[in-house]
Nanobody, 114 residues
């Protein structure tokens, strides 16, 4: 069965950086649309960034210029580099893979202190 395992979350001060990783198994990150979503308390889950099988990237307006999604096909891992973090970026971040079906990781907490 498909597994997505996120890591790299934690507590960071505003202005700092974190890099999230999503290690995939039973699905190729190069052949699926991979995305990072986040959900803050009391809010709906929202798409943060995505990368298609063809390599096209898209970002939410709120993170444009600060976050970068990338993938390592050999390692079968997707990354989210987050710079200039703000308290509003505090949320649980989820890795998503879409190929015929949606697959989700368990999430990793990111907390940005002011």
């Amino acid at each position: 069965q498909v597994q997505l395992v996120e890591s790299g979350g934690g507590l960071v001060q505003a202005g700092g950086s974190l890099r999230l990783s999503c290690a995939a198994s039973r699905i190729g990150v190069g052949g699926a649309t991979m995305g990072w979503y986040r959900q803050a308390p009391g809010k709906q889950r929202e798409l943060v960034a995505s990368i298609t099988s063809g390599g096209s990237r898209s970002y939410a307006d709120s993170v444009l210029g600060r976050f970068t999604i990338s993938r390592d096909i050999a390692e079968n891992t997707v990354y989210l580099q987050m710079n200039s973090l703000k308290p509003d970026d505090t949320a649980v971040y989820y890795c998503n893979a879409y190929w015929r079906y949606d697959y989700w990781g368990q999430g990793t907490q990111v907390t940005v202190s002011s």
